[in-house]
Structures are given as C-alpha cells and as structure tokens.
C-alpha cells in the first residue's frame, strides 16, 4: 500500500521560507509523476508544483519564481523550497503520486504565512 507522508508545514512570518517534504512508503520510480496542491480555506485544492520522472517540472503561475520542487531518488522524498512566502500562500498543502491510473494522497500539512 502506498503511503506520502508530508512534514515541514508551520508558521512563517511575510517573506520567509519553508521546505516541505513528502516521503513516499516505497520506491519513488514507480510513480509517473509528484505533485504538491494546496488547498485554502472556502477554495478548491489546487495545483502548485508537479515534477515528472525525468525531473521535468511545472509550476502555477502565482509560485513560479518562488518554489521550486525536487526530488531525491535515494530517499525517496520530493521537495517543496517556498521562498518569498506571502499570506495568500496560507494553506494545507498536500503531496500527490501519480502511477498508471491511481492517484495517491498524503494527509496533508498546513502551511501559514502571517506576521
């Protein structure tokens, strides 16, 4: 059974950082592709950050230039390096793993950005 477990959430202050981590339970090359989304208060989950096996990566536009997403083969783990961290990045972001048809999700870590 495939388990994504995410740490590093927390309270930052207005132009901070924060690096978020998804540890997956197996090998990480089975997955076709990781995500990170987010989802805030009264809004839809939305895409943030997708990387793909070959390390191709896309970002939304409200983070390009400011996260950056990772991974690293030999523990398993993808990234998220958030820098410039505004309040309207206020969420609980959640890892995604995506292999053939299946969708997996991690439980989710909030994230907030306030002074």
């Known amino acids: 059974q495939v388990q994504l477990v995410e740490s590093g959430g927390g309270l930052v202050q207005p132009g901070g950082s924060l690096r978020l981590s998804c540890a997956t339970s197996?090998?990480?090359?089975?997955?076709?592709?990781m995500a990170w989304y987010r989802q805030a208060p009264g809004k839809q989950r939305e895409l943030v950050a997708r990387?793909?096996?070959?390390?191709?990566?896309n970002y939304a536009d409200s983070v390009k230039g400011r996260f950056t997403i990772s991974r690293d083969n030999a523990k398993n783990t993808v990234y998220l390096q958030m820098n410039s961290l505004k309040p309207e990045d206020t969420a609980v972001y959640y890892c995604?793993?995506?292999?053939?048809?299946?969708?997996?999700w991690g439980q989710g870590t909030q994230v907030t950005v306030s002074s």
């Open positions: 197996g090998s990480i090359f089975i997955f076709n592709a």
């Open positions: 990387i793909i096996s070959g390390a191709s990566t």
């Open positions: 995604n793993a995506n292999r053939a048809a299946m969708s997996y």
